[in-house]
């Protein structure tokens, strides 16, 4: 079984900061791409940022300058820091990795529970 358990949500004015993390755990023999999505009320989950094994990036234009994806392979953990935060980025935002399980052959899509981001002041 592989989990993977986001952290670091909350309220913050606009302009503020929030720095999220999502931790992998389990089986795990490799991690490919992770990812940050998030899904505001009435709206379509959207990509927000992906990361590659070898730290390619890739950004939704909506945030680029402002947010920067990261990770940790040693501790197969993506981190997202957000800065310059706007009201219309608040949403639900979710982590998805690709992993190959010590149970599989191939590498499956995993997601998070999910963690709230508010930008109000």
């Known amino acids: 079984q592989v989990h993977l358990v986001e952290s670091g949500g909350g309220l913050v004015q606009p302009g503020g900061s929030l720095r999220l993390s999502c931790a992998a755990s389990?089986?795990?023999?490799?991690?490919?791409?992770m990812a940050w999505y998030r899904q505001a009320p009435g709206k379509e989950r959207e990509l927000v940022a992906v990361i590659t094994r070898g730290g390619t990036t890739r950004y939704a234009d909506s945030v680029k300058g402002r947010f920067t994806i990261s990770r940790d392979n040693a501790k197969n953990t993506v981190y997202l820091q957000m800065n310059s935060l706007k009201p219309e980025d608040t949403a639900v935002y979710y982590c998805?990795?690709?992993?190959?399980?010590?149970?599989?052959?191939?590498?499956?899509?995993?997601w998070g529970q999910g963690t709230q981001v508010t930008v109000s002041s």
């Open positions: 998805k990795a690709t992993i190959q399980s010590g149970s599989s052959s191939r590498a499956y899509d995993y």
């Open positions: 389990g089986s795990i023999l490799s991690i490919y791409n």
